[in-house]
C-alpha cells in the first residue's frame, strides 16, 4: 500500500472518465492476485490493459492504491473506474470513393483493398460507410440512435443499428459486404425502399456476383461447384470452416478455371449464397487457398518447390499484395426502382495485376 486515498479528487476523475464501482471480495474469492481478481469485471480487455489501469491509480483497495499482485482478502472493499466505451458511431469522412454508378435510389462502388465496410469495435472511422456519409451528404448515427431517418442520414437504415448488445456495428446503406482485404463491386441503398427490394434478391440468390481470385494449384475438373456448410471454425474462433450442415448455414460457390499457370491459376467465383469468407473458405477446403490469404493457407508456398529462392519470390509478392488475391469484379441485379436490370464490371487491382504478371513472367 502507498498514499492515502482522496475520495474527492477519485471522484472528480471519475466524473471526466467513467463511473466508480465499488466492490466487496467475497468469503471465497480471497487470496487471487489483484489484476486476475479484476478482469472479470473487463471481459473485453486483456489483463495487461487492467495491470495499467492499476499501476495509473485507477484502483482502490480499501482506500489506498495497492500493487498488480496484491492478494485479495475476504472483505477487500475495491473501488475501480468502469471505462465507458464512446458509443458506436459512424460519421462522415472526406474520403476518396470510387463510384461506378449513381441515381436517386442506390450508388454502386469500387471498394479498395484494406478498407473495412462500417465500423464496427476495431475499426471506428475509416470505413466505406463514412465515406459514404460524406459523399451523400448524410448525417451521423450512433448505434444508440434509434430516432435516425433515412432522409437526415443519408442512406438506408434498414439493419443499419446493433442486433444485439455484443454486436455493436453501424452501417447504413449497407445491403451486402465484402472482407476488408477483398476489392471490388458493392451496392449501396439510399432509402428503405430500395435497400428492401435489393436485399429480397440477395436473398433469393438472384443477383449475379462473380469474382477474379488467384489460387494455388488447378482445380480438377477445371470447372464445378464446391458445396459445404459454413460455421466457425471449432479450433481456430477467428477463422470460419466448412462444417457438418448441422452447425453451419448451407453455402454454394461455383467455378471456372480462366488461366493456368505451372503451380497457380486465376479462377472466377460466382456465389449462389453469400457466407462469411465463402470463397476462401471454400477454395482452402479444396487445399487450392487463395494465393496471399494470410488466414486460410496462402501466404505459404503451397506447390512446386520449396526452395529459398523460390519462397522469396513469392514472399516479396506477399509483401506487394498482402491481402488475398481476390477481387469482386462483377455485380447484377435489377434495380429496385425501374426493374431495369444492371451489371456492373471493373478491372482487377493494380496491386493482383502485378502479383499475376510476375508469376506468368517467372513460373507461367
Same mark, same amino acid.
Not at 468502469?82 to 450508388?107: F, G, H, S
Not at 460524406?134 to 438506408?156: C, I, Q, T, W
Given at each position: 500500500?502507498?498514499?492515502?486515498?482522496?475520495?474527492?479528487?477519485?471522484?472528480?476523475?471519475?466524473?471526466?472518465?467513467?463511473?466508480?464501482?465499488?466492490?466487496?471480495?467475497?468469503?471465497?474469492?480471497? @487470496?487471487?492476485?489483484?489484476?486476475?481478481?479484476?478482469?472479470?469485471?473487463?471481459?473485453?480487455?486483456?489483463?495487461?490493459?487492467?495491470?495499467?489501469?492499476?499501476?495509473?491509480?485507477?484502483?482502490?483497495?480499501?482506500?489506498?492504491?495497492?500493487?498488480?499482485?496484491?492478494?485479495?482478502?475476504?472483505?477487500?472493499?475495491?473501488?475501480?473506474?468502469?471505462?465507458?466505451?464512446?458509443?458506436?458511431?459512424?460519421?462522415?469522412?472526406?474520403?476518396?470513393?470510387?463510384?461506378?454508378?449513381?441515381?436517386?435510389?442506390?450508388?454502386?462502388?469500387?471498394?479498395?483493398?484494406?478498407?473495412?465496410?462500417?465500423?464496427?469495435?476495431?475499426?471506428?472511422?475509416?470505413?466505406?460507410?463514412?465515406?459514404?456519409?460524406?459523399?451523400? @451528404? @448524410?448525417?451521423?448515427?450512433?448505434?444508440?440512435?434509434?430516432?435516425?431517418?433515412?432522409?437526415?442520414? @443519408?442512406?438506408?437504415?434498414?439493419?443499419?443499428?446493433?442486433?444485439?448488445?455484443?454486436?455493436?456495428?453501424?452501417?447504413?446503406?449497407?445491403?451486402?459486404?465484402?472482407?476488408?482485404?477483398?476489392?471490388?463491386?458493392?451496392?449501396?441503398?439510399? *432509402?428503405?425502399?430500395?435497400?428492401?427490394?435489393?436485399?429480397?434478391?440477395?436473398?433469393?440468390?438472384?443477383?449475379? +456476383?462473380?469474382?477474379?481470385?488467384?489460387?494455388?494449384?488447378?482445380?480438377?475438373?477445371?470447372?464445378?461447384?464446391?458445396?459445404?456448410?459454413?460455421?466457425?471454425?471449432?479450433?481456430?474462433?477467428?477463422?470460419?470452416?466448412?462444417?457438418?450442415?448441422?452447425?453451419?448455414?448451407?453455402?454454394?460457390? *461455383?467455378?471456372?478455371?480462366?488461366?493456368?499457370?505451372?503451380?497457380?491459376?486465376?479462377?472466377? =467465383?460466382?456465389?449462389?449464397?453469400?457466407?462469411?469468407?465463402?470463397?476462401?473458405?471454400?477454395?482452402?477446403?479444396?487445399?487450392?487457398?487463395?494465393?496471399?490469404?494470410?488466414?486460410?493457407?496462402?501466404?505459404?508456398?503451397?506447390?512446386?518447390?520449396?526452395?529459398?529462392?523460390?519462397?522469396? =519470390?513469392?514472399?516479396?509478392? =506477399?509483401? +506487394?499484395?498482402?491481402?488475398?488475391?481476390?477481387?469482386?469484379?462483377?455485380?447484377?441485379?435489377?434495380?429496385?426502382?425501374?426493374?431495369?436490370?444492371?451489371?456492373?464490371?471493373?478491372?482487377?487491382?493494380?496491386?493482383?495485376? =502485378?502479383?499475376?504478371?510476375?508469376?506468368?513472367?517467372?513460373?507461367?
Amino acid at each position: 500500500m502507498s498514499e492515502s486515498f482522496d475520495e474527492s479528487d477519485y471522484e472528480a476523475d471519475v466524473q471526466r472518465e467513467g463511473r466508480a464501482v465499488e466492490v466487496v471480495v467475497a468469503d471465497d474469492e480471497g @487470496g487471487a492476485r489483484l489484476d486476475k481478481y479484476l478482469t472479470q469485471f473487463y471481459p473485453e480487455s486483456s489483463r495487461t490493459k487492467v495491470q495499467r489501469s492499476i499501476k495509473k491509480g485507477h484502483v482502490k483497495v480499501n482506500g489506498r492504491d495497492a500493487s498488480k499482485s496484491y492478494r485479495v482478502e475476504a472483505g477487500d472493499v475495491i473501488v475501480f473506474r468502469l471505462i465507458r466505451k464512446p458509443p458506436m458511431e459512424a460519421t462522415p469522412e472526406d474520403i476518396p470513393l470510387d463510384v461506378v454508378y449513381e441515381d436517386d435510389d442506390l450508388l454502386v462502388v469500387n471498394k479498395p483493398a484494406g478498407m473495412v465496410v462500417h465500423p464496427a469495435p476495431g475499426h471506428r472511422s475509416g470505413t466505406l460507410v463514412n465515406a459514404l456519409l460524406h459523399h451523400v @451528404g @448524410g448525417d451521423s448515427v450512433a448505434a444508440d440512435d434509434e430516432d435516425a431517418e433515412e432522409a437526415e442520414v @443519408g442512406l438506408s437504415m434498414i439493419n443499419a443499428l446493433p442486433e444485439r448488445p455484443d454486436h455493436p456495428v453501424v452501417r447504413p446503406g449497407i445491403v451486402h459486404r465484402l472482407d476488408k482485404g477483398t476489392s471490388g463491386l458493392l451496392v449501396v441503398a439510399k *432509402h428503405d425502399r430500395a435497400h428492401r427490394a435489393l436485399a429480397a434478391q440477395f436473398k433469393e440468390h438472384s443477383t449475379e +456476383r462473380r469474382y477474379r481470385a488467384i489460387v494455388w494449384g488447378q482445380f480438377d475438373p477445371r470447372e464445378g461447384t464446391i458445396t459445404g456448410a459454413i460455421g466457425r471454425d471449432p479450433h481456430h474462433r477467428q477463422r470460419m470452416a466448412v462444417v457438418d450442415p448441422g452447425r453451419g448455414k448451407h453455402a454454394v460457390t *461455383h467455378y471456372r478455371t480462366i488461366e493456368e499457370q505451372s503451380y497457380t491459376s486465376v479462377v472466377e =467465383f460466382e456465389l449462389e449464397t453469400g457466407r462469411t469468407h465463402q470463397i476462401r473458405v471454400h477454395a482452402a477446403e479444396e487445399n487450392h487457398p487463395v494465393l496471399g490469404d494470410p488466414k486460410y493457407g496462402g501466404q505459404a508456398v503451397r506447390y512446386g518447390t520449396q526452395g529459398g529462392k523460390r519462397r522469396t =519470390f513469392y514472399e516479396r509478392l =506477399f509483401e +506487394r499484395m498482402p491481402r488475398p488475391a481476390l477481387h469482386a469484379y462483377r455485380l447484377g441485379f435489377e434495380h429496385p426502382a425501374s426493374g431495369e436490370h444492371m451489371a456492373f464490371e471493373v478491372d482487377v487491382p493494380d496491386d493482383m495485376q =502485378f502479383v499475376l504478371e510476375r508469376i506468368r513472367t517467372v513460373e507461367g
